[in-house]
């Protein structure tokens, strides 16, 4: 379960990174889940800082769950 919830942590705040550099520099067009969502399509920025900030959380959160056996 730690494993999997890193793995989960790390992907969502890669994909945050991904989109906010594809915000401000037009480039690095990784996982744009957003651009096909018509709700998020105009908020994509909040989307994408929302995706890091709980991809942090997520990672964080990880360390207090025991390894399961």
């Not at 909040?46 to 990880?62: D, E, H, K, L, Y």
């Amino acid at each position: 379960m730690k494993k999997a919830m890193e793995v989960v942590g790390f992907v969502l705040a890669l994909k945050g990174v991904a989109g906010l550099i594809r915000e401000y520099f037009g480039w690095l067009n990784l996982w744009n889940f957003e651009r096909w969502i018509p709700l998020l399509r105009d908020h994509a920025l909040a989307v994408n800082i929302t995706c890091v900030a709980v991809g942090v959380a997520v990672m964080i959160a990880s360390d207090k769950v025991r390894e399961s056996a």
